[in-house]
């Protein structure tokens, strides 16, 4: 991450780093905080970056078993510079990183025959190999009477046209139990451009609760015949970053859990506040007594 605001990368800047990160292990190392069991599939290189992600993932409690080390690939990395209006400028590498290899391995195929939720992250279709692994992590869980969420973060232009990454995205949107979408996700997802008709619109295809974040606006629930709003917690945003992803896993697992979506809602708007004010993407990850204590400090406040 570098230190300074400004465009791109085009001259030497300072930086500071590196940091765990990946929306897919922001999410699961969230869940793992939370107390849950939870593993991810997944893949990085013999180097320091990847046993960095390997290593903080096993100390927060995440099974890492399903983790692949390649030994001809780089493990995935993104340079991030925030602009002036506090928008991002990237450098990726990861389309032909570890991550980008991702495929079916027997270590996953265990992992997934332990789990009795399955949560998709939209990123991942960018990967080729990915396809195989989420149809056959969905369909077992599913058979099992497991459930399914989905983060709907796809890059719009990835879903242009009836490509594979469309199809996919179909596929996993028709056994979805929850959606996790944010902003202009909802009507890309639901392709209807009203927000209320775009709910509607997935309810009635099956989705049974959709979630709508919306940063510091705070979040809203949807289900057939229940709704709710959580204002967001007030706070001072340092870096967005992982803010959806910490929300995301503590709903979930509030939810999981037996908790009802209202007190979910709070507790995921707080995961989310909590992310923001802390400089890195995995680093405002939570417990659920930190959780208590930050809703507890800011009761008055919201
Ligand atoms: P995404 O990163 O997926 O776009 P959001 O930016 O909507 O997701 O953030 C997810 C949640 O985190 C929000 O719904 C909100 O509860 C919390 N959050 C995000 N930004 C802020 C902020 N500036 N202040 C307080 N809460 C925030």
């Known amino acids: 991450m570098s230190t300074s605001v400004g465009n791109g990368f085009l001259e030497p800047m300072p930086l500071v780093g590196p940091f765990p990160s990946g929306a897919p292990a922001?999410?699961?190392?969230?869940?793992?905080?939370?107390?849950?069991?939870?593993?991810?599939?997944?893949?990085?290189?013999d180097d320091d970056f990847g046993w960095l992600n390997i290593e903080r993932l096993k100390r927060d409690g995440a099974d890492v078993s399903a983790i692949a080390v390649l030994a001809e690939a780089p493990t995935g990395s993104a340079f991030v510079r925030y602009r002036a209006d506090g928008a991002r400028d990237f450098v990726?590498?990861?389309?032909?990183?570890?991550?980008?290899?991702?495929?079916?391995?027997?270590?996953?195929?265990?992992?997934i025959a332990r789990a009795g939720h399955v949560h998709v992250m939209g990123s991942a279709f960018a990967i080729g190999g990915i396809g195989r692994v989420l149809s056959e992590a969905v369909a077992s869980v599913k058979a099992r009477g497991g459930t399914v969420s989905f983060d709907p973060n796809v890059r719009k232009e990835l879903l242009a046209g009836q490509?594979?990454?469309?199809?996919?995205f179909e596929e996993i949107l028709a056994v979805s139990d929850l959606l996790l979408p944010s902003g202009?996700?909802?009507?890309?997802?639901?392709?209807?451009?009203?927000?209320?008709?775009?709910?509607?619109?997935?309810?009635?295809?099956?989705?049974?609760?959709?979630?709508?974040?919306?940063?510091?606006?705070?979040?809203?629930?949807?289900?057939?015949?229940?709704?709710g709003h959580c204002p967001a917690?007030?706070?001072?945003?340092?870096?967005?970053?992982?803010?959806?992803?910490?929300?995301?896993?503590?709903y979930v697992t509030c939810r999981r859990k037996g908790l009802s979506p209202a007190?979910?809602?709070?507790?995921?708007?707080?995961?989310?506040?909590?992310?923001?004010?802390?400089?890195?993407?995995?680093?405002?990850?939570?417990?659920?007594?930190?959780?208590?204590?930050?809703?507890?400090?800011?009761?008055?406040?919201?």
């Not at 990183?97 to 195929?109: C, H, K, L, N």
């Not at 490509?163 to 996919?168: F, L, N, Y």
């Open 233 to 250: 917690f007030k706070v001072e945003e340092l870096d967005p970053t992982g803010a959806g992803d910490c929300f995301g896993a503590t």
């Open 184 to 227: 202009e996700e909802l009507s890309v997802t639901a392709g209807i451009d009203e927000e209320k008709a775009a709910v509607q619109s997935l309810l009635s295809r099956g989705v049974k609760e959709v979630v709508l974040k919306r940063g510091a606006a705070g979040s809203s629930f949807y289900l057939q015949n229940d709704r």
């Open 26 to 45: 922001i999410f699961i190392d969230q869940v793992a905080r939370l107390g849950s069991e939870a593993g991810i599939i997944s893949a990085v290189g």
């Open 163 to 168: 490509g594979e990454a469309r199809a996919r």
């Open 263 to 302: 007190s979910s809602l709070r507790y995921a708007n707080a995961a989310g506040a909590r992310t923001v004010t802390r400089q890195g993407p995995m680093e405002g990850v939570s417990t659920f007594a930190e959780l208590d204590q930050f809703i507890e400090e800011h009761r008055l406040e919201t």
């Open 92 to 111: 990726f590498n990861i389309a032909r990183s570890a991550s980008g290899q991702i495929e079916m391995t027997d270590a996953a195929r265990a992992l």
